[in-house]
């Protein structure tokens, strides 16, 4: 028999301390993973196969069954349910091990502040500091003990601190066998950063009627409904010429993709929109006078309006190339995701099943559309509906990252709680 409610947080809270999610977290953040989109390999990139090969061999020796790490770098496990829970549906969790591309994720130096209050000085000799000026967030955290970096990388919580919260419910289930559970199924990704965590999916091996994703942000969020996503690589191309005799003969490209990007509506950027506004990135430019290549990103929650946003880049593009009277512009668009909201709403039991698990240990959920995406959105519309589950990380993607060890304590709570067999 599970923890009743009544006792359920307090002794819970002190089962996981013994499988210290944090320990887990600082030895993940250890491997470079970073995925790249330009890459044609399965996975992207090779590195992230060293973190693989650990994470097999922690399931393995925690018990689990059918471990394994297949061809396309994917990491699954199997805990059977306990005696007496094997008729109940087994449940998914799913995280991914790569880290986003926009700062690095080498040599990641991680260290753990007690925090009460003020700044924070990551680097003093670089004068980087995450201050609550800038990011309010952390006035939430005083008290806390904040995981951080030392300014020169990202710190990766998106998605080791999922892994690493995973991993350690499941410790916690295999160390106290009295906590009656249903069989729970594990899988660990790579590129999903990229994109394409969902490729090569094992759905044979992965027998369960629905899973969630342990990918999210701030404690507490519990998302069903994300972005529409699109890639878009433009590559413009001009004419080089010597600068002294260039005139009415240069066609400086880099000046092109500039025009381009000046075409775009200003107040639709990630920095000017929330909630459900969706938006333009414009994430990479890179080139010279005789080539350029101009990458963005395109989101909205609605169905509709992520349409007309594709159709009105493909006018910019075509507008330019009639302006300057020859293929100056190639595009090429890309679907990445859909809203995965049309395929939960039929499966609302998850999301109140998740509410329960969060409030028993003692955390409030909070709904939220994500803006972004997860493993889970394309999973969705591959049959396996997949909500999102908070991790507990704060300013990802960037130097200023950071995560509380009390958030990934209770996620560990949240994860074991949701797999009771009362849950």
Known sequence: MCFSPSDGPQKLEREVRNVNVCERFLRYVSFDTQSDGESQTVPSTAKQLALAEVLRQELAELGLEDVKLDAYGRVYGRL???????????????????TAAEESGANVKPRIVDYQGGDIVLNEKLGIVLSPREFPSLNRYVGNHLIVTDGTTLLGADDKAGVAEIVSALACLVEHPDLAHRAVYVAFTPDEEIGRGPEHFDFDYFQVPYAYTVDGGELGGLEYENFNAASAKIVVHGRSIHPGSAKNKMVNAVLLATELIQ??????????????EGFYHVGGIKGDTSSATVGIIIRDHDRASFEARKVFLEQVVAFLNAKYGEERFTLTLRDSYYNMKSCIE????????????????????????????????????????????????????????????????????VLVNLVRADG
């Open 263 to 276: 075409m775009l509506p200003p107040a639709e950027t990630p920095a000017h929109t929330e909630g459900y």
């Open 346 to 413: 039929p499966h609302m039991e998850l999301i109140e099943q998740a509410k329960r698990a969060f409030l028993d240990a003692g955390v409030q959920p909070c709904t939220v559309p994500i803006r972004g995406g997860t493993d889970g959105a394309q999973l969705s519309y591959q049959g396996l509906p997949c909500p999102n589950l908070s991790v507990g990380g704060v300013n990802y993607h960037g130097l200023y990252e950071y995560i509380p060890v009390e958030s990934m304590e209770a996620m560990v709570r």
């Open 80 to 98: 059977p349910a306990t005696p007496g829970c094997e008729d109940l549906p087994g449940l998914g969790l799913i995280s991914h091990m790569d």
